[in-house]
């Protein structure tokens, strides 16, 4: 099992950015990983993900081009640079960790998440 731990979340106006940290208890580079996000009334969608390795990932159409996702297996921590931000960015931002991935495979059944954090993008 592994726990995991998002920060970084605030209140930035829009066009701003943030750098979203999510650190593992355990060895992150056994997870695929993911960042998801849920707005108030919406269902959790996608955000981006990224390989065990690193070497892969892929994002969601609505971030392509402003978020980046990356990783640190020495430090056990995984990251979402966030810039140019919307006020439609606004949610709680969870990482999530699928255990059964491939190395070079992005996650796709995430078995452990975060607790979340918020992001408030004001316009």
């Known amino acids: 099992q592994v726990q995991l731990v998002e920060s970084g979340g605030g209140l930035v106006q829009a066009g701003g950015s943030l750098r979203l940290s999510c650190g593992a208890s355990g060895r992150l580079g056994t997870y695929a990983m993911g960042w998801f996000r849920q707005a108030p009334g919406k269902e959790r969608e996608f955000v981006a993900a990224?390989?065990?390795?690193?070497?892969?990932?892929m994002y969601a159409d609505s971030v392509k081009g402003r978020f980046t996702i990356s990783r640190d297996n020495a430090k056990n921590t995984l990251y979402l640079e966030m810039n140019s931000l919307k006020p439609e960015d606004t949610a709680v931002y969870y990482c999530a960790a699928d255990g059964a991935a491939s190395p070079f495979s992005l996650g796709t059944s995430y078995d452990y998440w975060g607790q979340g954090t918020q992001v408030t993008v004001s316009s």
């Open positions: 990224i390989s065990r390795s690193g070497g892969r990932n």
